[in-house]
């Protein structure tokens, strides 16, 4: 069974666009994870994301990001909640705790750790949508003026992930199939195999790409002209998102604060802010061809 | 002078001069003094045991040793005039074709055509150029109709013949291939030898081919290098080469020889044609091709071996079995209506042609897929896929397979030497083992015993002797009341071990019956000394010399 994460080729926008197109238009939205704290924004940036993959046919992808998002977003709560003791609404006085010591958990705690958590769910969802969309392929070869002399960059770069999702699939049946006599495997050591595999077989791919000529210098490449009639609306949207980010931060639409007590501010600039970042997960919206 | 001789006038294709080299960490070098030359248009068998050396001295031949291994080096390797220890594998891309062991590791785009096309694209040919050289390679190894598929849909052997395709698409100098029909069918197999013997007659391209099922191509060489414990321990012609096997190590010897050294006959012949030849107007008539005095196949039942009253107990047993394999573009049926039975203690071989349905049979009576139709029911199966890797997650072996069952798992498969090593620096013929041991850890003996062992091409990078242990393991467990299936397309294996011989075709039972029979009665899916002799049921040299000396097989 292939990866939910795993490069499917359709004909949508987003795949059909070049790879700096769309890696340009999803790190907008990454970008505005990270610049800003507000939740409405984040979730908005969230959406941006949910949509759009959803509209390029990766709805399988967003899905299981979705769910390793939030489940990612929820221990970060848990930490943040257990080891931060600011704020000053006390929900729950937890007694003396060995390592941690005194363990008040407060809203607002639980709020900076949704806010982190929402934060890393939207990188997450983004990635996966770039993972299930964007062709590693023409990846492998945008990067090869950029790191004509380093296979393992370029493979690391476009590979690492479609790497690791083939082979999680089959490590986790072959953790099944283990005699009762061998080590048993959890989850973590599993995870840990995927991780340190997913390099060896990145260096494997690297080495292959080596022997393949990605580094020859001879004769430059007859380079594949594969423009889209997309990138423009990528590049587009990507610019809007980030000058509405960068607009709105400095007119106060990052109104938002957790200590010591929560401050949310829904002003024009950030409802603005929000709407345009939402909106932006339409992009790779397909229109059916003119029927004759 | 033979057009050779003339060759190895000019600068050799491969030169090699006291290469000695270890690998990080290792306790022994894994070559020693390594002194080699081939010239261009030569056609090289290397041969060894496992871990003998074969697959560094061709990493070192390409670049890729030392520079992606690391270790300590000394000496020199030159191809075509490039230092390859100096320059490394990026250089050597434009004079060297390679083939690793594991096609898995070396697929790096994501559909069959760009993979093939992705070498021609980085030297800079343009889209016609490109565009002919994947339809030719693609029609050399008959895979035309993989071009359009994701190249993770592809069974092992797809994969082997997709990564033979891009290695050699630039038409090389140097060929450097490692087991590359490890995981092909027989007819894929013998048909990769004869292409490569073409490219080697008419283009001149030297090769360089590392092989365990030495059969196969020894008759197609030019020479035979045999490398023992790092060292070169035999450099000439495959007929002296055979003289060799006969006293250093016998376990190299091809089953036609062995068949001509226990029945007396020489000289040993070097293939098929060769024993042939040599047999006419010897006392025992060797029958025509195709004239054999075997008798009529009867049509194959509807239901074989499943009688509607027959309730004697089943290891595995499916009924009107279909399943449907997604591969991005929609599902494909690759089995269809699968009819099978197999009784406890029961020694199958299931074979058939790369992508007919062996490994996806294996999987749905294991429980990793789902039928769309029929049902399939395996007693306590355990099962080892195809990728061996995928059971090692750990950095020491005896980690993997602690206590007194792991211990007795490494001991049935000889890796108890190695309770300290790193899975990972092991030999790939030395992973299918530990593979093989984890999967049957505290299932060899007693109650443990399962009742259905299921193994997926467990004989790559295994060397005779080695074959010979698993023969052995095999026994233990059908003795022990396990039904064994392998699925293998190694038919010297399948004639040592299986009682019984499956054979598929695109998704359905197209022979099932006795081993002997089977392996016995067809042009590719037969033995070489069922091909030698042409004698009903006659497939290993032992019968096949009791057959000759007069007896009865």
Not at chain 1, 21 to 30: D, E, F, S
Not at chain 1, 183 to 190: N, S
Not at chain 1, 254 to 268: K, M
Request: glycine letters at 10%; proline letters at 6%; a neutral charge.
């Amino acid at each position: 069974m292939r990866s939910p994460f795993a490069y499917i080729p359709r004909r949508g926008p987003l795949q059909s666009a070049r790879p700096g197109a769309a890696v340009t238009y999803l790190g907008a939205l990454v970008v505005v994870a990270f610049l800003y704290s507000s939740p409405f924004v984040l979730l908005a940036a969230g959406a941006a994301a949910c949509i759009a993959g959803c509209l390029a046919g990766a709805s399988k992808a967003v899905r299981a990001s979705l769910r390793m998002g939030l489940a990612l977003a929820l221990l970060i709560v848990v930490v943040e909640a257990l080891v931060v003791d600011r704020g000053e609404t006390v929900l729950l006085r937890a007694g003396h705790w060995p390592i941690l010591g005194q363990v008040d958990i407060t809203l607002e705690a639980i709020v900076a750790g949704t806010v982190v958590g929402l934060r890393a769910a939207v990188t997450i969802v983004a990635f996966a949508v770039y993972s299930a969309c964007v062709d590693p392929d023409r990846v492998t070869r945008a990067l090869r003026p950029l790191a004509a002399r380093s296979a393992l960059t370029a493979t690391l770069v476009s590979r690492l992930v479609p790497v690791a999702a083939a082979d999680a699939a089959r490590l986790r049946d072959a953790a099944r199939l283990r005699g009762p006599g061998a080590a048993p495997v959890g989850k973590g050591p599993l995870a840990r195999r995927l991780l340190a595999g997913s390099l060896d077989r990145s260096v494997d791919v690297a080495a292959t790409l080596e022997l393949r000529g990605y580094s020859l210098s001879g004769r430059r490449l007859e380079q594949r002209r594969e423009p889209s009639r997309h990138d423009a609306r990528f590049y587009l949207a990507a610019a809007a998102v980030l000058a509405a980010a960068i607009v709105g931060k400095s007119l106060g639409a990052d109104d938002f604060h957790t200590y010591p007590t929560i401050q949310l501010g829904l002003g024009p600039a950030t409802a603005a802010v929000s709407a345009v970042v939402a909106a932006s997960g339409l992009a790779p919206w397909r229109r059916s061809g003119r029927r004759v | 002078m033979s057009d050779l001789a003339i060759r190895r006038g000019v600068a050799p294709a491969l030169a090699v001069e006291g290469l000695t080299y270890s690998y990080a960490r290792a306790e022994r070098p894994a070559l020693v003094d390594v002194s080699l030359e081939v010239a261009p248009g030569e056609f090289v068998l290397l041969a060894g045991r496992s871990a003998s050396g074969k697959s560094t001295l061709l990493r070192a031949a390409c670049g890729l040793v030392p520079h992606f291994h690391g270790g300590e080096v000394e000496g020199r390797v030159m191809v075509a005039g490039l230092d390859a220890i100096g320059a490394g594998p990026g250089e050597m891309a434009a004079a060297v074709g390679y083939l690793a062991q594991d096609p898995e590791t070396q697929v790096v785009s994501t559909t069959v055509a760009a993979e093939i096309e992705l070498p021609l694209e980085m030297r800079g040919d343009g889209a016609a150029d490109r565009a002919r050289a994947v339809e030719e390679v693609a029609l050399a190894l008959a895979i035309p109709h993989l071009l359009g598929r994701a190249v993770d849909t592809l069974s092992g052997g797809e994969l082997q013949r997709v990564a033979l395709a891009a290695a050699l698409v630039t038409r090389p100098r140097l060929v450097l291939l490692d087991e590359p029909t490890s995981q092909l069918d027989p007819v894929s197999g013998d048909e990769l030898i004869w292409l490569l013997r073409r490219l080697n007659e008419e283009w001149g391209v030297a090769v360089v081919l590392a092989e365990h099922r030495l059969e196969r191509c020894l008759a197609a060489a030019d020479r035979v290098v045999a490398v023992e414990e790092g060292r070169i321990g035999f450099d000439g012609e495959p007929r002296e080469f055979l003289a060799w096997t006969r006293t250093a190590d016998p376990t190299l010897m091809t089953p036609a020889a062995r068949l001509f050294s226990l029945a007396g006959i020489e000289p040993l012949p070097v293939g098929v044609r060769d024993a042939r030849r040599a047999l006419e107007g010897r006392a025992t008539t060797v029958p025509h091709p195709g004239k054999g005095s075997s008798e009529e196949i009867s049509p194959r039942p509807r239901f074989p071996r499943l009688g509607k009253r027959d309730k004697s107990p089943r290891a595995l047993e499916a009924k009107g079995l279909w399943v449907e394999l997604d591969d991005g573009s929609g599902p494909r049926d690759v089995l269809r209506g699968i009819d099978l039975a197999i009784a406890p203690g029961e020694r199958v071989a299931l074979m058939g042609r790369n992508g007919a349905g062996k490994s996806t049979l294996l999987r749905t009576a294991a429980g990793l897929i789902d039928p769309v139709a029929g049902r399939v029911a395996a007693e306590r199966m355990a099962l080892l896929t195809q990728n061996p890797s995928d059971y090692l997650v750990r950095e020491r072996i005896g980690d993997e397979l602690p206590g007194e069952a792991g211990y007795a798992a490494l001991r049935a498969v000889g890796m108890e030497h190695a309770v300290d090593a790193d899975p990972r620096d092991v030999s790939g013929g030395e992973r299918q083992r530990l593979a093989l041991a984890i999967a049957l850890a505290g299932r060899l003996d007693g109650e443990g015993v399962p009742g259905l062992v299921a193994l997926d091409e467990p004989t790559r990078g295994m060397d005779r002797g080695r074959k010979d242990g698993l023969v052995a393991l095999v026994d233990r467990l059908a003795a022990q009341g396990a039904a064994v299936v392998v699925a293998t397309h190694d038919v010297e294996f399948a004639a040592a071990f299986a009682g019984r011989v499956v054979l598929l075709g695109d998704g359905v039972v197209i022979a099932d019956g006795a081993g002997a029979d089977v392996l016995s009665g067809g042009w590719y899916f037969a033995t070489e000394v069922a091909r030698v002799l042409d004698a009903p049921g006659v497939v290993t040299p032992e019968h096949g010399a009791a057959l000759l000396a007069g007896g009865s097989p």
